[in-house]
């Protein structure tokens, strides 16, 4: 009986079908591939319409107005007399002081770098004025311009460090120094100067600070001064670099024979802001799916 009721269970459980489980399988995400192509058609005609833009704001200020520009991610330059280098820099040179008294100087001081901070960061003369003579004025700034390749640059008179003449492309070359150290300096001074161009007190952080958008980061220098001998007009530079995603800006917009501080300021900014907010536009992509793989 126990081996009849035995073979009675096996038959009934091979008959029964099997109950189907649930299983949870893991979610796979399958990415589609896309192509993404540069588009120099799109860039070319962006690109003269910004020139063209550009030279119509221009025509509309006052004064004279130089720049220059180079985004280093995508190499595009920009420019408008940009070797115009009879533009004096006012307090723009400050930089130029403190990168030649570095060059010179294995570290500085504690009073040194008090000077230099105010220098910068508060564009003080009297600080200004100390460094210029502890690098040597005219004489020293000469031999700093040739060591460094600045040939555009002209040291100010005596004392006048102010009267300091460039264009927006040697502007351009020392933001390059200051970046790569290819002219003999190092990493710590570069920080340092570069350091301090991005803390300027915020009433002096207007000028090319203009091109850069929300997030970005800005390192500049600014210059202003009145010309009373020329028909009581205004000099107005402001120089520096703009970094953020998809950019590394250098930028130098320098007017002079302005009619006030403001209205140099004003035109600057005007320009600034059309070269940073249409950037992008002049390396523009197309995207497309990529080709079908063939199947076995």
Same mark, same amino acid.
């Given at each position: ?22 299983? +949870? ?5 399958? &990415? +589609?591939?896309?192509?993404?192509? @540069? ?13 063209? &833009? ?26 408008? #007399?940009?070797?115009?280098? %009879? ?7 400050k930089? %130029? ?20 901070? +105010? ?16 690098? #040597?004025?005219?004489? #020293? ?7 460094? $390749? ?5 040291? *100010? ?6 009267g ?16 790569? *150290?290819?002219?003999?300096? $190092? ?14 007190? @915020? &009433?002096?952080a ?19 001064t ?17 970094? $953020?995603? *998809?950019? &590394? ?14 209205? #140099? ?12 907010? +249409? ?14 793989e063939?199947t076995?």
């Amino acid at each position: 009986m126990g081996a009849a009721l035995t073979a009675a269970l096996m038959t009934r459980c091979a008959a029964e079908p099997p109950v189907p489980v649930a299983v +949870r399988l893991p979610w796979v995400r399958v &990415d +589609r591939c896309l192509l993404t192509i @540069p588009d120099p058609r799109a860039g070319a005609a962006a690109r003269a319409e910004l020139d063209r &833009d550009i030279g119509r704001y221009m025509a509309r200020q006052p004064g004279r107005i130089v720049y220059a520009a180079r985004d280093r991610v995508t190499g595009i330059t920009l420019g408008h #007399g940009e070797h115009q280098h %009879d533009m004096i820099t006012a307090s723009g040179v400050k930089v %130029d002081i403190l990168t030649a008294l570095l060059l010179r100087r294995t570290r500085l001081g504690a009073d040194e770098r008090d000077l230099a901070s +105010r220098m910068i960061r508060e564009s003080d003369n009297s600080a200004a004025d100390a460094l210029w003579w502890r690098v #040597g004025a005219g004489e #020293g700034m000469s031999g700093f311009y040739r060591k460094v $390749g600045l040939r555009e640059t002209a040291p *100010g008179p005596s004392r006048y460090w102010g009267g300091t003449t460039t264009s927006p492309a040697d502007r351009l070359r020392l933001l390059k120094v200051l970046i790569s *150290g290819d002219k003999g300096l $190092g990493a710590a001074d570069r920080d340092l100067v570069l350091g301090l161009m991005g803390d300027v007190v @915020p &009433d002096q952080a207007w000028g090319v600070s203009a091109a850069a958008r929300r997030g970005d980061r800005v390192a500049l220098k600014n210059g202003w001064t009145p010309r009373p001998f020329i028909h009581n007009t205004w000099a107005v530079t402001s120089y520096g670099r703009i970094v $953020g995603p *998809g950019r &590394d800006l250098l930028l130098s917009v320098q007017t002079d024979q302005q009619p006030g501080e403001g209205s #140099g300021i004003q035109a600057i900014e005007g320009l600034a802001r059309m070269i940073g907010t +249409r950037l992008d536009s002049l390396s523009p992509v197309r995207i497309r799916p990529c080709a079908a793989e063939p199947t076995a």
